[in-house]
């Protein structure tokens, strides 16, 4: 499960941030959070190739 990162118009300091700013954030910006994985999320599978412990 993936949470999505929306920009906010405004800083914390209260600043509102002009369109391109928001729209270059888009390009350069967190792109999500993994909130949840299942066991399988991260298996080795040597018949296709894909390795994720060592």
Not at 18 to 46: H, M, Y
């Amino acid at each position: 499960m993936v949470g999505i990162y929306i920009e906010p118009e405004k800083t914390k300091g209260g600043l509102i941030l002009s369109t391109g700013a928001i729209k270059e954030s888009v390009w350069q910006g967190t792109v999500g959070l993994v909130l949840k994985k299942r066991k399988t999320a991260f298996n080795d599978e040597p018949e296709t190739g894909t390795y994720f412990h060592g």
